[in-house]
């Protein structure tokens, strides 16, 4: 079982830490209820075992050989032979029948301890010297040792074929199921009764129950068996004493039968509560040794497994709920079951082959570990929700609370619930926020899951798409809107779609932006967040825009020229054409200004990987008239060699370039240097134009960008105040910065800082 995954070097989360205490736990409590199941085990007087046990024999009662039959002492042969004790020369009688009928053995549970009149023991001495086959009980008199017999009994059991003690063990409750095959004094120790008839029957004389060397006490037993009962709806085959004594049984019926003679008369003899008094009443004496002899004959004799077997059998069967409760924890009631059922069949299956395993000790070890696990695991799910839930009452609230006062003091259980309900009832809240947010979003917005079902779409979804949007799939609903066709055929994965602007089928024009939606501790996306921005007013916009420039740059550059070509021809003509010329060049410059601005705002950038060398040459030739025309020497630091590559639009880089070059010339005295300046570090190109000119006020630096701002150093000079607020326009289109470092009478320096080129 892997429970913690490879080793890496991570901290273990708070869940991980709770359930490695659980195992651990869970171990010291295997360690501590394995022994005492194994003490249970091996503990005789644990009381489930016995109705257990009574259970589990009426499962597989044991059927009745047919050699065995009573001869009983009912209330009708007391009737007619009158009241108990009857005279002993009676008994001779009946041996004497029974004998002529040449039975097995015949079983006397009638004890004979006490002399009665001479001549009717020896009559009946003679009669059990005759038949050869009679079994006499003993009596036990005391703690120690049997009954002595007066010398006039001697001959009795002297002519017995042989005699064995009739000694039955109730356990704790009062119930007769076990008894010894051996037991009496160490020196002295005598046969079951019905040992003794089973081992007339000829059948192999191994004495079943194990043997145990006597331990010095005055009273020795071994080979404990249990009573192999029949079913308590059934009875042994059965005749009256009377009516073999008066020759009414034939002697067919008698032949070659063990045959039991014993009183069950009420108020006669012995009776015990055995497992079949709840049915049948308490059981004759008689009918005890016929069950003891129906399993010996059976070879169905029940003998209890040692107890260190049990302890092993029971200890394993626990220790593997144990396992399996940490292994698969969400069947722990049908494994516990499972095992519980399976403990009891084992236990039926080993008493039908005449071993008892008592499943007491097992059953309740399993129960126990149930109960234990669901305890301990119960604990952990409290002490993880406690720290889930005070993490969760922490973090900052989207909405404010509803609180209401806890059910109870004092109840771990109850204030869990308390706060989950809490926890539950700020989920839906802020689930209601975020749908009533999406849908009061002024853009198409949807929300999918990672296969591209869509989960959630507000109402300018659903006006875009056109449809309904329930259990839809997010990329067949953008190829019916109009998204560019899909490579090969094959449908991407939602991040890998390409966010473009397009055209849908409505001749919209759509902007589609994608974002992952990730859980609170993780990267693996949960799902994803489109939205389609509908751009079609800012397409309008920009087309009238560029429409305006072509004006600007075309339709009214054309007359200008025109007039220019004329004040050529006719320049010398009258200073006023002069003045005109002067004016129309002005208009020319405004003009331009405003287009260049105009492309610097506009959204129609073209960028590509470029030299930065290059744009700063072809800024260059642009000036060096300028320049000549002025005195000014114009210095830079870059060569050929030089491989800077920035990601721009040319032609507007190239202007900014330009207008910061033009610049620091118009205000730069005859004679001085312009000078550039350019580096490269942590990504970044840095080009520095400084100037030696008369430099800018301190408080007109946060101005210097504006539109249409003129300064007081810039007097003199013609201009409108657009060129520096295009330069910055080009340069953070561009992602870079500029910046203006000067001091009056010190000269300028602007810094330009462009990312070097990534990826365009």
């Given at each position: 079982?892997?429970?913690?995954?490879?080793?890496?070097?991570?901290?273990?989360?708070?869940?991980?830490?709770?359930?490695?205490?659980?195992?651990?736990?869970?171990?010291?409590?295997?360690?501590?209820?394995?022994?005492?199941?194994?003490?249970?085990?091996?503990?005789?007087?644990?009381?489930?075992?016995?109705?257990?046990?009574?259970?589990?024999?009426?499962?597989?009662?044991?059927?009745?050989?047919?050699?065995?039959?009573?001869?009983?002492?009912?209330?009708?042969?007391?009737?007619?032979?009158?009241?108990?004790?009857?005279?002993?020369?009676?008994?001779?009688?009946?041996?004497?029948?029974?004998?002529?009928?040449?039975?097995?053995?015949?079983?006397?549970?009638v004890i004979f301890s006490e002399p009665g009149?001479?001549?009717?023991?020896?009559?009946?001495?003679?009669?059990?010297?005759?038949?050869?086959?009679?079994?006499?009980?003993?009596?036990?008199?005391?703690?120690?040792?049997?009954?002595?017999?007066?010398?006039?009994?001697?001959?009795?059991?002297?002519?017995?074929?042989?005699?064995?003690?009739?000694?039955?063990?109730?356990?704790?409750?009062?119930?007769?199921?076990?008894?010894?095959?051996?037991?009496?004094?160490?020196?002295?120790?005598?046969?079951?009764?019905?040992?003794?008839?089973?081992?007339?029957?000829?059948?192999?004389?191994?004495?079943?129950?194990?043997?145990?060397?006597?331990?010095?006490?005055?009273?020795?037993?071994?080979?404990?068996?249990?009573?192999?009962?029949?079913?308590?709806?059934?009875?042994?085959?059965?005749?009256?004493?009377?009516?073999?004594?008066?020759?009414?049984?034939?002697?067919?019926?008698?032949?070659?039968?063990?045959?039991?003679?014993?009183?069950?008369?009420?108020?006669?003899?012995?009776?015990?509560?055995?497992?079949?008094?709840?049915?049948?009443?308490?059981?004759?004496?008689?009918?005890?040794?016929?069950?003891?002899?129906?399993?010996?004959?059976?070879?169905?004799?029940?003998?209890?497994?040692?107890?260190?077997?049990?302890?092993?059998?029971?200890?394993?069967?626990?220790?593997?709920?144990?396992?399996?409760?940490?292994?698969?924890?969400?069947?722990?009631?049908?494994?516990?079951?499972?095992?519980?059922?399976?403990?009891?069949?084992?236990?039926?299956?080993l008493l039908r082959l005449g071993h008892w395993?008592?499943?007491?000790?097992?059953?309740?070890?399993?129960?126990?570990?149930?109960?234990?696990?669901?305890?301990?695991?119960?604990?952990?799910?409290?002490?993880?929700?406690?720290?889930?839930?005070?993490?969760?009452?922490?973090?900052?609230?989207?909405?404010?609370?509803?609180?209401?006062?806890?059910?109870?003091?004092?109840?771990?259980?109850?204030?869990?619930?308390?706060?989950?309900?809490?926890?539950?009832?700020?989920?839906?809240?802020?689930?209601?926020?975020?749908?009533?947010?999406?849908?009061?979003?002024?853009?198409?917005?949807?929300?999918?899951?990672?296969?591209?079902?869509?989960?959630?779409?507000?109402?300018?979804?659903?006006?875009?798409f056109g449809n309904e949007l329930v259990s839809?799939?997010?990329?067949?609903?953008?190829?019916?809107?109009?998204?560019?066709?899909?490579?090969?055929?094959?449908?991407?994965?939602?991040?890998?779609?390409?966010?473009?602007?397009?055209?849908?089928?409505?001749?919209?024009?759509?902007?589609?932006?994608?974002?992952?939606?990730?859980?609170?501790?993780?990267?693996?996306?949960?799902?994803?967040?489109?939205?389609?921005?509908?751009?079609?007013?800012?397409?309008?916009?920009?087309?009238?825009?560029?429409?305006?420039?072509?004006?600007?740059?075309?339709?009214?550059?054309?007359?200008?020229?025109?007039?220019?070509?004329?004040?050529?021809?006719?320049?010398?003509?009258?200073?006023?054409?002069?003045?005109?010329?002067?004016?129309?060049?002005?208009?020319?410059?405004?003009?331009?200004?405003?287009?260049?601005?105009?492309?610097?705002?506009?959204?129609?950038?073209?960028?590509?990987?470029?030299?930065?060398?290059?744009?700063?040459?072809?800024?260059?030739?642009?000036?060096?008239?300028?320049?000549?025309?002025?005195?000014?020497?114009?210095?830079?630091?870059?060569?050929?060699?030089?491989?800077?590559?920035?990601?721009?639009?040319?032609?507007?880089?190239?202007?900014?370039?330009?207008?910061?070059?033009?610049?620091?010339?118009?205000?730069?005295?005859?004679?001085?240097?312009?000078?550039?300046?350019?580096?490269?570090?942590?990504?970044?190109?840095?080009?520095?134009?400084?100037?030696?000119?008369?430099?800018?006020?301190?408080?007109?630096?946060?101005?210097?960008?504006?539109?249409?701002?003129?300064?007081?150093?810039?007097?003199?000079?013609?201009?409108?105040?657009?060129?520096?607020?295009?330069?910055?326009?080009?340069?953070?289109?561009?992602?870079?910065?500029?910046?203006?470092?000067?001091?009056?009478?010190?000269?300028?320096?602007?810094?330009?800082?462009?990312?070097?080129?990534?990826?365009?």
């Amino acid at each position: 079982m892997m429970l913690w995954g490879k080793a890496e070097k991570r901290q273990p989360t708070h869940a991980q830490r709770l359930f490695r205490g659980l195992v651990r736990e869970w171990l010291w409590i295997g360690l501590l209820l394995l022994p005492i199941t194994a003490y249970l085990s091996m503990s005789p007087g644990l009381a489930l075992n016995n109705p257990l046990y009574n259970s589990l024999r009426r499962v597989a009662p044991l059927p009745m050989d047919p050699r065995i039959l009573l001869v009983t002492i009912d209330d009708s042969s007391l009737k007619k032979l009158g009241q108990w004790p009857w005279p002993r020369s009676l008994h001779a009688d009946l041996i004497d029948r029974l004998s002529a009928a040449q039975p097995a053995a015949i079983l006397f549970d009638v004890i004979f301890s006490e002399p009665g009149d001479p001549t009717r023991d020896k009559r009946l001495a003679d009669a059990v010297c005759n038949a050869g086959n009679v079994l006499l009980p003993l009596a036990r008199d005391d703690s120690i040792s049997y009954g002595q017999s007066d010398a006039q009994m001697l001959p009795l059991l002297k002519c017995a074929k042989g005699v064995g003690h009739i000694n039955v063990e109730a356990d704790s409750d009062g119930v007769v199921r076990s008894l010894y095959l051996r037991e009496g004094p160490p020196d002295a120790m005598a046969p079951q009764l019905a040992w003794l008839a089973f081992a007339m029957s000829g059948q192999p004389s191994q004495m079943p129950g194990q043997s145990e060397q006597p331990n010095g006490q005055d009273w020795h037993r071994d080979h404990a068996v249990r009573i192999p009962f029949i079913d308590p709806d059934t009875h042994f085959s059965s005749v009256s004493y009377v009516s073999v004594l008066s020759g009414e049984i034939p002697p067919e019926q008698l032949r070659n039968r063990l045959i039991l003679v014993g009183a069950t008369a009420s108020g006669m003899g012995e009776r015990f509560v055995t497992p079949l008094s709840p049915l049948a009443g308490t059981t004759a004496g008689v009918e005890i040794q016929a069950n003891v002899l129906n399993g010996l004959l059976q070879g169905r004799s029940i003998v209890d497994l040692p107890r260190w077997l049990s302890a092993v059998m029971a200890t394993s069967w626990v220790a593997l709920l144990l396992g399996l409760l940490l292994y698969r924890a969400r069947y722990a009631l049908w494994m516990t079951m499972g095992c519980m059922i399976a403990a009891l069949v084992v236990s039926a299956l080993l008493l039908r082959l005449g071993h008892w395993w008592p499943p007491a000790a097992c059953l309740i070890g399993l129960l126990l570990s149930y109960l234990i696990w669901n305890w301990r695991r119960l604990s952990v799910i409290l002490a993880y929700f406690g720290w889930e839930l005070a993490r969760l009452d922490d973090e900052p609230k989207v909405l404010p609370e509803r609180r209401r006062a806890p059910a109870s003091n004092g109840d771990v259980l109850q204030d869990r619930i308390f706060a989950l309900e809490q926890a539950v009832s700020r989920t839906r809240d802020t689930r209601r926020f975020m749908a009533d947010g999406l849908e009061c979003l002024p853009v198409a917005t949807l929300i999918a899951d990672t296969q591209g079902n869509i989960l959630l779409a507000n109402r300018i979804a659903r006006d875009v798409f056109g449809n309904e949007l329930v259990s839809q799939n997010l990329l067949e609903q953008l190829v019916d809107l109009g998204y560019p066709p899909l490579h090969n055929g094959v449908r991407p994965a939602l991040s890998a779609l390409a966010l473009v602007e397009f055209r849908d089928i409505h001749q919209r024009s759509l902007r589609m932006e994608l974002a992952p939606l990730l859980p609170a501790e993780g990267d693996v996306a949960l799902g994803w967040l489109l939205s389609l921005t509908d751009l079609s007013k800012e397409r309008e916009a920009q087309q009238h825009r560029e429409t305006m420039l072509r004006f600007l740059s075309h339709d009214l550059r054309a007359p200008h020229s025109a007039i220019l070509a004329l004040l050529d021809v006719h320049n010398a003509e009258s200073p006023v054409f002069a003045l005109i010329e002067q004016q129309v060049r002005r208009a020319l410059s405004l003009t331009e200004s405003f287009v260049q601005l105009a492309k610097a705002e506009a959204d129609g950038y073209q960028f590509q990987p470029t030299l930065f060398a290059m744009l700063v040459m072809d800024a260059f030739d642009q000036v060096a008239l300028i320049a000549q025309l002025k005195g000014i020497h114009l210095v830079h630091d870059l060569d050929e060699a030089d491989e800077g590559m920035v990601c721009a639009d040319q032609s507007l880089l190239t202007r900014a370039l330009f207008n910061v070059l033009e610049n620091a010339i118009k205000y730069s005295p005859s004679g001085t240097t312009v000078r550039l300046r350019h580096g490269s570090a942590q990504g970044w190109l840095e080009c520095r134009i400084s100037d030696q000119g008369p430099g800018i006020a301190a408080k007109d630096l946060p101005e210097l960008f504006s539109q249409y701002k003129r300064f007081d150093s810039a007097q003199g000079s013609e201009g409108l105040g657009l060129g520096l607020t295009m330069v910055k326009a080009v340069v953070e289109r561009h992602g870079g910065r500029v910046e203006c470092e000067s001091a009056v009478g010190k000269g300028t320096t602007f810094s330009l800082q462009l990312p070097l080129l990534d990826d365009c």
